[in-house]
């Protein structure tokens, strides 16, 4: 396919929000550190006898600063080897510190996927750890969001909105946490004794990483809240794909996929595997899992908060458990202990190029509808995988459809996930369309699109959950295989 040519609006409206999410990244530590000041504030105004009590408090709230430090250090790697698609020093204007109020974005508490719009790019991880990156046609993408509970924030529609897919930069990554770190702000003896105990000096871990995209403009953006919770979803989707810690959840929902393709497909020749195709594919590690299975797998994804982190697992990683992140320090609720709170979680589990994939396996950034409703798309796939991916549509039974067309006749689909309807709670002038049907409904427009139903069941999980956290969202997700009947398919498409 060839690469479309943006127009000079459309070039601008996707640099200002590729700046956006970059800002976003940009200004987490800024954002965690007036979490701290907010904590400080609070402890201040207790009686001094109640201070006394909970003197400890002083020495969380330097060790939270150093685990946000940690956390910046590697945003700001990923950052650095992130190359923009377009010359990110055009189109600057006071416009872009504005994210004005007719759009409505959706926020879950447990995750957070956002969406941009953009070109499809395929962005593959070979054998030899090498980034391969293939430009494609320019799609639009719509917002998205997975969690337990929702909130709204009113937005431009193009503001989320970016195009182009991370590409390989710069040489400097490798293990580079070994970076200073800092315990900001006054400290007392036992701070200082901590600070010295982790060897950590006064300069920040982010002044020895700063990304030459991310301009001063950047630094100084007033991020709305929603960004900066998309960033700490990030974090947190990070231990469910790529940490130790996530091994349960992937079990849950990963394993179940995993074993119906290895019983449905058994005959998996290095000459000629199997296709498949997986939708919403977040961070990866499903696509790349089945990918080691022996298929020619793409993961597809919309979120280029997703998207750049994921090509930095996939593609910068040069060992297992390189890097360490602090995920669950950004809610003092429902925590057992202050160390349960701050426990560092290492990453990845696995180094990617290792996995034994199978030639082929890519990242494919773009709308699932506009990327796989193309003609070259149709009866191309011999499996498609969906986990937590169906309730992100605006319209269900247009993405039924699309599956439908695009797999082969006999060709298999597995889904696990529940129905959270992504755009459920839109209300505004500009309401999204959102298409909410149960699951009785959505199993009838498979069956009307030529799907025969061959296993069916309830599956208990959770989405990127705390595991020791004294409360944790579980879903009762719908799990199933259907097969595309050749026949019944058929007697659908439009004469």
Partial sequence: ???????????????????????????????????????????????????????????????????ISMNAAFIMNMLEA?????????????????????????????????????????????????????????????????????????????????????????????????????????????????????????????????????????????????DVDKVRCIVRNIVRDWAEEGQKER????????????????????????????PGAGLGRLALEISSLGFVSQGNEFSYYMLICSSFILNRTQEAHEWTIYPWIHSNCNSLSDNDQLRPVSFPDIHPSSAGITEGFSMCAGDFVEVYSEESQESAWDAVVTCFFLDTAHNIVEYIEIISKILKDGGIWINLGPLLYHFADSYGPDDDMSIELSLEDVKKV??????????????????TANIKAMMQNRYRAAFWTMRKNASRSKAQRPR
């Avoid at 999410?21 to 940009?26: K, L, S």
Wanted: charge should be negative; charged fraction near 30%; aromatic fraction near 8%.
């Fill in 446 to 463: 498979a069956y009307h699109y030529g799907f025969v139903m061959e296993v069916e069941k309830m599956i208990e999980t959770t989405y």
């Fill in 251 to 278: 079990d849950e929902c990963y394993k179940p996929i995993l074993e119906e393709l290895n019983r449905l497909f058994p005959n998996r020749r290095d000459e000629r595997p199997p296709s498949c195709l997986v």
């Fill in 82 to 226: 992130f190359e923009p698609p377009f010359d990110m020093s055009q189109y600057v204007d006071v416009g872009d510190h504005d994210h004005p109020s007719h759009m409505h974005d959706h926020s879950h508490v447990d995750c957070t996927h956002s969406s941009g719009r953009g070109g499809c790019s395929t962005v593959s991880l070979s054998r030899s750890n090498s980034l391969l990156d293939e430009q494609h046609e320019n799609l639009n993408e719509d917002a998205k969001a997975h969690g337990s509970s929702r909130e709204t924030d009113n937005q431009k529609d193009e503001e989320d909105h970016m195009a182009g897919c991370s590409q390989p930069v710069g040489s400097n990554l490798g293990t580079s946490q070994g970076v200073d770190l800092s315990c900001n702000g006054d400290t007392d003896a036992s701070t200082a004794a901590y600070c010295q105990d982790k060897d950590v000096s006064e300069s920040s871990a982010v002044d020895n990483v700063t990304p030459r995209h991310c301009t001063g403009s950047l630094f100084k953006l007033n991020v709305p809240p929603i």
């Fill in 1 to 67: 396919m060839s690469e479309r040519r943006y127009t000079e609006q459309e070039e601008a409206l996707e640099i200002k929000s590729l700046r956006r999410i970059i800002a976003a990244y940009a200004n987490y530590q800024d954002a965690a550190e007036r979490d701290v000041k907010r904590y400080e504030r609070s402890f201040k105004m207790l009686p001094p006898a109640h201070k006394e009590l909970l003197f400890h408090l002083g020495l969380k709230y330097q060790r939270l600063r150093w685990c």
